[in-house]
């Protein structure tokens, strides 16, 4: 059975910096990992789908990578701003039923 | 072209009750799936379909139900409420298996 962990669970940072997030996945073999974001109370936004082939995709000030072979993919944002305040999320596809499974999120503050 | 669209968006029901949800896929999208997703916790997956049949159940109990429709339009019914099914139900749709997931704003269902 797939597990996803993400840490840290929460992240206060000045807005500027250079951040990275870490998802870490139990069963390598998965098809894709995808990130996401969520505003408070509200759906899940895609940010970057990285299909099980590719190591990386990029967008904007996103980065995601993914390593099948340790279980980890890290979303790293480059010049944080308030309006990236959010909680990010990841999924972890796998198995043959084409199913994600969750990370519980990291809670990200940028404060000005 | 509109998004994943779910209805509606907020819910108030009392224990024992029935509530039907649905949920509009974006437009040419085939696949659809459903998640509980508690406070603080990531999304819990409860149902996909494909093609209007389904392609897995979560672990959930039978008083949780769903159908796709041949518009690929689908419902979540949640009969005997408990106040446990106190959640963010959401929705989303990708064009096939493995594909890009895109999720709706969810419904917030309260139970009393």
């Known amino acids: 059975k797939q597990e996803v962990t993400q840490i840290p669970a929460a992240l206060s940072v000045p807005e500027g910096e250079n951040l990275v997030l870490n998802c870490s996945f139990t069963d390598s073999a998965i098809y894709n990992l995808q990130w996401f974001r969520q505003d408070p109370g509200k759906g899940l936004t895609s940010l970057l789908l990285i299909q099980s082939s590719q190591r990386e995709q990029t967008s904007g000030r996103l980065n995601a990578s993914l390593d099948k072979s340790s279980g980890r993919s890290t979303l790293y944002i480059a010049a944080s701003q308030p309006g990236d305040s959010a909680t990010y999320l990841c999924?972890?596809?796998?198995?043959?039923?084409?199913?994600?499974?969750f990370g519980r999120g990291t809670s990200l503050i940028v404060h000005p | 072209d509109a998004g994943v669209t779910q209805s509606p968006t907020h819910l108030i029901k009392t224990r024992g009750q029935q509530v039907t949800l649905r949920c509009s896929p974006i437009?040419?999208?085939?696949?659809v799936s459903w998640y509980q997703q508690v406070l603080g916790q990531g999304p819990q997956f409860i149902f996909q379909?494909?093609?209007?049949?389904?392609?897995g159940r979560g672990n959930f109990p039978d008083r949780f139900s769903a159908r796709q429709f041949p518009n690929y339009s689908s419902e979540l019914n949640v009969n005997a409420l408990l106040l446990g099914d106190s959640a963010l139900y959401l929705c989303?749709?990708?064009?096939?298996?493995?594909?890009?997931?895109?999720f709706g704003q969810g419904t917030r269902l309260t139970v009393v």
């Open positions: 379909y494909y093609e209007k049949e389904e392609r």
């Open positions: 989303a749709s990708s064009f096939s298996d493995g594909a890009e997931a895109f």
């Open positions: 437009s040419g999208h085939k696949s």
């Open positions: 999924a972890a596809g796998s198995g043959g039923s084409y199913i994600p499974t």
